[in-house]
């Protein structure tokens, strides 16, 4: 976990303060507390077949590569660990005589997902000698496929729950305000798009929704409102059933698992809640699996 942390701090797209003052904060405060925290929360969701993200990233890749019926091949690559994007590229190099395309899993663009993940590949693929076959292709925040995805999972949800819900609170992860800001506010657009998408999928009215951020990290002001506080806000306001997505990540994880479902749950119930639903990713959707697959379409 420490090995990972450090990596994923240290990308300058993730925390761009500058390195004569990140790095002396990140070695001498962070590595030093924040791993066995982390990996706490990664035991309490941890299943048989270990990290959730893992399995279901193996997973979308064994029914992708099942709808390429043998016209294109299919792999993983990870922007941080294993297996990294150097060596996916570097053996790709020797197996792979056409064009390579990279897809990051996240459909609403910022630098601190897609562009980092596609930066990286890029430098990969030039170490690997293949960076003139390198394709970049990411799905479009309101893919048809993935919003059918999403709607798919909340009918399930819902049935599973055995009853409605008041209100609707479409959580994606958070980026510093200053960041959205100096990319034109690209993220919050493509995040509404979503909402929008999603929202009309089911039919749900827009004034029983809130859109929220989670995952904040740092002292820094991040995107508003914090999915936190509406959860400990929203039976305040006399709503004590709701129901949370989180569409910004494909693959069930920690964020999903951990902090909705077991954090969020409990605050929730215990600022005067009584119903939460968590509806659950679109890694295993076949509407997701196929619009990932039309992306190799052509």
Do not use: N
């Not at 709808?67 to 941080?80: C, K, Q």
């Not at 297996?83 to 990279?102: K, N, T």
């Not at 039919?203 to 989670?214: F, S």
């Amino acid at each position: 976990m420490r090995e990972f942390l450090d990596e994923f701090l240290s990308d300058p797209a993730v925390v761009d303060w500058p390195g004569w003052i990140w790095r002396p904060i990140l070695q001498g405060i962070v590595l030093r507390k924040r791993p066995s925290r982390v990996a706490e929360q990664y035991e309490s969701i941890w299943s048989p077949a270990g990290s959730p993200l893992r399995a279901e990233t193996d997973m979308i890749v064994a029914q992708v590569r099942v709808r390429s019926a043998g016209r294109f091949g299919v792999s993983a690559a990870y922007r941080y660990g294993e297996p990294s994007l150097d060596r996916v590229m570097r053996r790709l190099a020797h197996e792979c005589a056409g064009p390579v395309l990279v897809s990051p899993l996240f459909p609403q663009r910022t630098e601190a997902t897609t562009g980092t993940a596609f930066r990286r590949a890029h430098e990969a693929a030039d170490g690997a000698g293949i960076a003139d076959r390198l394709v970049d292709r990411l799905m479009q925040p309101d893919d048809p496929g993935y919003v059918r995805a999403m709607a798919a999972q909340w009918h399930h949800a819902l049935r599973d729950a055995g009853r409605g819900v008041e209100h609707l609170v479409v959580s994606f992860h958070g980026i510093p305000l200053r960041y959205d800001r100096r990319e034109g506010g690209t993220y919050t657009r493509d995040c509404e798009v979503t909402t929008r998408a999603f929202l009309a999928a089911i039919d749900w009215p827009r004034e029983r929704t809130t859109l929220a951020y989670q995952s904040k990290f740092g002292p820094e002001p991040w995107l508003k409102p914090a999915t936190a506080e509406v959860l400990d806000e929203l039976p305040r306001r006399g709503i004590r059933s709701i129901a949370v997505i989180t569409p910004g990540f494909l693959t069930e994880g920690l964020e999903t698992i951990e902090e909705i479902g077991i954090r969020g749950r409990e605050s929730f119930l215990a600022a005067g809640g009584e119903h939460f639903v968590r509806v659950g990713s679109v890694a295993s959707d076949p509407a997701y699996l196929d619009a990932v697959a039309a992306l190799a379409a052509d």
